[in-house]
């Protein structure tokens, strides 16, 4: 019986802790969402898109704390949120929902911060900048004579390569002062 009970408590600090962790990660997630749509203030036009890096500052330290599932979500609500107070376009799901989602998985693989932020640079970039095309085709009323498949991705890589950069900084002095590994050991 003490063994039964021992087990049961011992289960019962574990489900704790998982609530906690999970507590912990959503409220990170919804503080750096709230960052992205605020940094969206500061976006500069580039053809049709509008361009914010602070986002994509975001991708790449969601992706790293919180790996790419969550990352991806909180690009997708970034985007919607954004989208629904008229502080950017259609454009912005592919382009950080990909670059999120990308850097989180390079992030998870390698536990290095370069490819992680060449991960966030092609996803966005490359991929997002791609997937942007039929995006303002179908649903922007941009005319696919007027604009080529590979219109969006200059755009793109610029936002992303200045937010990367950012990113990259944050993250690298957060590494260098230990302070990444204590964020992380409290998100497992």
């Not at 750096?32 to 361009?51: E, T």
């Not at 937010?163 to 002095?173: T, V």
């Amino acid at each position: 019986a003490c063994r039964g009970f021992a087990a049961l408590r011992l289960y019962d600090q574990e489900e704790s802790q998982m609530k906690r962790n999970r507590t912990l990660r959503l409220t990170l997630a919804a503080l750096l969402i709230a960052v992205a749509v605020v940094g969206s203030l500061f976006s500069f036009p580039v053809f049709s898109s509008k361009c914010s890096p602070v986002q994509h500052m975001v991708n790449v330290i969601c992706g790293v704390l919180l790996g790419p599932w969550y990352a991806f979500g909180a690009g997708f609500l970034a985007a919607l949120i954004r989208n629904l107070l008229g502080l950017g376009s259609l454009l912005a799901f592919p382009g950080s929902m990909c670059g999120s989602l990308l850097c989180g998985f390079v992030w998870r693989i390698s536990r290095k911060l370069l490819p992680t932020l060449v991960g966030e640079v092609f996803g966005t970039g490359i991929i997002g900048g791609l997937l942007a095309y039929p995006i303002a085709v179908a649903f922007m009323g941009v005319s696919s004579a007027s604009v080529g498949f590979t219109a969006y991705v200059v755009p793109f890589l610029i936002s992303t390569v200045v937010g990367s950069i950012i990113a990259g900084a944050i993250i690298f002095a957060l590494q260098k002062n230990g302070t990444l590994n204590s964020m992380m050991s409290r998100l497992d």
